[in-house]
Every structure is written in C-alpha cells, then in structure tokens.
C-alpha cells in the first residue's frame, strides 16, 4: 500500500483527532480532581436553623394562630451578614421536616453558615395567583433577627398572620333565582381571570352545563387602585320572559383579607341585574 493510498490518508487524519480528544478529557478530569472540597473550618463554621410556623387561616371567623404542618406551598428567603462579614440578601433557603418540638408543634430545619439573620416566609404565587386556577389565600412574614454560631442551633418562628390578597365569591337572591339560571362570573385585574359561580349552582351543576367544574371562590392580589372588574353571564330561565344576560359588567373593591361577596339580585318585573356589593374582614382574617 503507498503513501498516498486514500485509506492511508484517512487514518492519519483520524489519529490526531482521537488523541486531542483523549487529552482534553485527561485534562478536565485533572482539572475536577484538584478543586478542593469543603474545608473541616468551613463545615464547622456552620449552624442549624430550627423554624416554627404560624398563621391565621380564612376558614375562621375569629382570628385564631394554627400552627403549619405543611410547608410545600411557601418559599423562603435569608437576609443577613455571616460572621466573615458577606452580606446576604433574600437568599433562597431549604427547609425539611424537622419533627415536632415540646409543645406537639411541628418544626423545620435547614443548614446554613454562622451569622446572623432575618428569615422572610411568602406563599408561592403559582400557589396563590395560578395562570389557570382559583388560588389560594397568600401569606407573608419575617422572623425577628435571629443568631446562627459555629455548630450551634438557632430557633426562630415566623407568624404569617392574617392573608395579603383578597377573597372574592358570588351569591344569589331569591329574585335573581326566579329568573335566571347558570350564573358565571368572571373576575380579573387586567392581567388574570377566573370565572367562578355560586355554591349552590356549582354543586348542582352536571357535565355538560356551563357551570360544570367552575369553581365558587377566587383569591386574587390586591391592585394599586384596590378595584377588580367583573362581567356576569346567566341564562334565561324558561317562562321568566327575560333574555339572556351576557356581559353585564361593573368593578368591586377589595383589600387584603377582605371577603368581598357579590349578591346577585333582579328586578322582579324587568329582569335587571342589580349585583350588591359587600363582605367583611372579621379583624383582617377571611370569612
């Protein structure tokens, strides 16, 4: 075979190129080996942070501190200065199940470096303000300033307290009833829209209904100017020589922990919805 045999120039080409791969891989292999692991000083030189949890749910009229069991809908975040003097500043932080302590309350640990700190607790807003859901009642609050020492274990505790967003449901009247069925109520803040009906439609409701699925209840955040739009939707009832209502629309105010209710009413003879607006807040607490 010649030098200048194809097959021949082929291999040479190739061998070059195996080689510089092998020593690439050789090179970022030597490169991993020598980045050095935690220091025993830099272990050390952490603590434990036990963390107890409270809040005042919207299912109680009375403002009652329940302590959580359940911490999968919250996200966390650290504020501080390490003891080496590096600021820390809304740092996500981990926190696992840590038992229960003396008095039956369940508690959360998480591993972080001396120091000292405040820990911020806030619903997750995929939690509170889904793209396509109801929502959920939001929480927020932060732990006094607390100390973590080298191998020490720092207890703090956040009250979430009463909820930061609004709570929006619908009601009928006897009026509305006698003429219209299968309300649908859309909210929104411009951005987001939940259509929800009433309690009563809604577990009457069967597949293929409008309302089938809707669900009774929307939290939505506080906007600047304190105002959610709503558009009605209802079907005529047979015999109630009334039409449709499709769109009639209009604005409520909400605030942070306000149960806001919308009556639906109707003028017994023309048929025209008149919602009624109102709620309460019960000391801040959903009712």
Wanted: net charge negative; aromatic share 6%.
């Amino acid at each position: 075979m010649s030098l200048t045999d194809p097959a021949m120039t082929h291999i040479r080409f190739i061998m070059p190129i195996l080689l510089l791969a092998m020593l690439t891989l050789v090179s970022c292999q030597q490169q991993d080996d020598l980045r050095p692991s935690p220091t025993t000083a830099e272990v050390e030189s952490r603590g434990r942070i036990v963390l107890s949890l409270s809040s005042d749910p919207e299912v109680y009229i009375e403002t009652r501190s329940t302590q959580l069991t359940d911490i999968s809908s919250l996200d966390f975040t650290l504020t501080g200065q390490t003891t080496s003097g590096e600021s820390i500043a809304n740092l996500p932080l981990t926190f696992t199940n840590d038992g229960v302590d003396g008095n039956g309350h369940h508690r959360f640990a998480a591993i972080f470096e001396a120091g000292t700190y405040t820990l911020t607790a806030t619903t997750k807003t995929t939690i509170s303000a889904p793209t396509n859901g109801a929502g959920a009642p939001a929480y927020s609050g932060t732990s006094t300033q607390f100390t973590i020492t080298q191998g020490g274990v720092a207890t703090t505790s956040i009250d979430l307290g009463t909820p930061t967003n609004a709570k929006v449901t619908v009601a009928l009247d006897n009026t509305f009833s006698a003429k219209y069925e299968l309300p649908r109520i859309t909210i929104t803040n411009g951005t987001r829209s939940v259509t929800i009906t009433d309690a009563a439609t809604a577990a009457e409701a069967t597949i293929g209904q409008s309302t089938y699925g809707l669900p009774t209840v929307t939290y939505f955040d506080v906007p600047a100017n304190g105002t959610l739009s709503y558009s009605i939707t209802a079907d005529a009832k047979s015999g109630s020589q009334v039409t449709d209502i499709r769109g009639a629309t209009g604005t409520i105010t909400v605030a942070a922990g306000r149960h806001t209710v919308i009556t639906l009413t109707a003028n017994s003879v023309t048929g025209e919805v008149i919602p009624i607006i109102g709620g309460e807040d019960y000391e801040g607490t959903f009712d």
